[in-house]
């Protein structure tokens, strides 16, 4: 056995299906801790960012022989354990459980983690948040994103019990009627607690808020988002434009998938990334391109109108506030087209022609040519007399192996342009 490997794992121990491993990147995520102990067995609990260095953890096994199997597998390969290129050293632990780790929302501490159900960001301010928070005690800090669970806030009291006592009086709560936008109703707020202790916000903006250094620099860009949106000729709320899309989707009786999503809305132009999520029971999609006029003309396009014929899979499409999405390059969830993949050099079509064997060539004479991103029996069509109107799809049986029976086709234009749904 090498030097490295008597190093790398320690046999006085007594088995356990619970590992230690070290040596991790800085605060590694419990999806690449997943990814990397799966092959040996089923992983039932994790505890992520341990010790000084925020850089070891422990995961649990099902069973004691998946372990067992991870263990001897490394002692014995020339490969060792890595995870984003470092080396991993694995060994047993002395626990043969972890313990309380899956609810670190339940550990008073004195910043909360706040969702906010029923709104987008930008519908809440960061002051709304200031004022309704601010009635428990002196709020230091406030710093708002956007993650899949939806608009979210981390809020720091100067110590646990304040924190706990806003908890308890807010949780499940809504926010006032009358601090709100006219276009939301109920918001709910679920609070939990967060680990951290000490937020570091770098500068003041409509998104982040240090209230006890008055002298931190101000982002006037970003202060400037916090304005009122402006209203159109109609007198509707009119939404900032963006180059990603958010679309919402409902009556799904069918399955929507990534190259589903890419099928739709490639017919407007490349699309640069992809992001599926559930929020609120309900599936919807992230879809990032070069620029805003692309978006904006899928958009103007696409509204209200279904991928499927019959009223199925209804798109209500609004602008995202991101305008570069951090996704996955290539899973089940999301695609990131800028970035090259094995399994997806096959599938690239050139910008000049499609070639398809499952359907006959779909463009008229005299039709130009657009640059798609769509998977195999997906073929949009595009009737030169409707260019500046929208595109129309046809689809080919069993496209989508996911579905069970029929597939029922995609809307087409009656000659006048108009959709079927």
Not at 139 to 167: C, M, N, P, W, Y
Not at 273 to 302: C, S, W
Not at 325 to 350: E, G, I, M, W
Request: net charge negative; aromatic share 10%; proline share 7%.
């Amino acid at each position: 056995m090498s030097t490295s490997n008597q190093h790398q794992f320690r046999y006085t121990q007594t088995p356990s299906k619970v590992l230690h491993l070290r040596n991790l990147p800085w605060e590694c995520s419990e999806e690449e801790l997943i990814e990397l102990c799966n092959p040996f067995g089923k992983i039932v609990n994790t505890k992520c960012n341990v010790g000084a260095n925020r850089n070891q953890a422990f995961v649990e096994f099902v069973d004691l022989n998946q372990a067992i199997s991870m263990v001897s597998y490394y002692a014995s390969s020339s490969e060792p354990a890595q995870v984003r290129g470092k080396t991993v050293y694995i060994q047993y632990s002395n626990r043969h459980e972890i313990v309380n780790n899956k609810s670190p929302g339940d550990i008073p501490g004195n910043v909360l983690l706040v969702t906010i159900e029923g709104v987008e960001a930008g519908d809440v301010s960061i002051d709304v948040i200031h004022l309704v928070f601010s009635a428990f005690g002196f709020v230091h800090k406030i710093a708002t994103f956007e993650k899949t669970a939806g608009f979210q806030a981390l809020i720091q009291f100067t110590d646990a019990e304040t924190a706990s006592s806003a908890r308890e009086a807010l949780d499940g709560r809504s926010i006032p009627r009358y601090l709100l936008p006219d276009h939301v109703g109920s918001c709910n707020l679920r609070i939990s607690y967060s680990a951290h202790r000490d937020l570091n916000i770098k500068f003041q903006s409509n998104r982040s808020r240090d209230y006890t250094n008055p002298m931190l620099p101000v982002n006037h860009s970003a202060m400037e988002g916090a304005a009122q949106p402006t209203i159109g000729p109609d007198g509707k709320r009119r939404e900032p434009e963006s180059n990603v899309l958010l679309a919402s989707i409902e009556n799904m009786q069918y399955a929507v998938t990534v190259d589903v999503i890419n099928t739709v809305f490639s017919a407007f132009g490349t699309i640069q990334k992809i992001a599926m999520f559930e929020k609120n029971g309900q599936t919807q999609a992230l879809i990032q391109y070069p620029d805003v006029v692309t978006a904006a003309a899928a958009r103007e396009a696409l509204e209200g109108h279904c991928i499927y014929d019959g009223g199925y899979c209804k798109l209500h499409l609004s602008y995202s506030r991101h305008t570069d999405l951090n996704v996955k390059a290539f899973s089940d969830k999301s695609r990131d087209y800028t970035v090259p993949h094995p399994s997806l050099v096959a599938a690239q079509v050139p910008a000049t022609a499609w070639q398809n064997p499952q359907a006959a060539p779909m463009y008229h004479a005299g039709a130009p040519a657009f640059q798609t991103q769509v998977p195999g029996g997906q073929v949009p069509s595009w009737d030169p007399n409707l260019q500046s109107v929208r595109p129309s799809y046809i689809s080919v049986p069993g496209a989508y192996p996911v579905q069970t029976g029929a597939v029922p086709p995609m809307p087409a234009y009656a000659s006048t342009g108009e959709w079927l749904c």
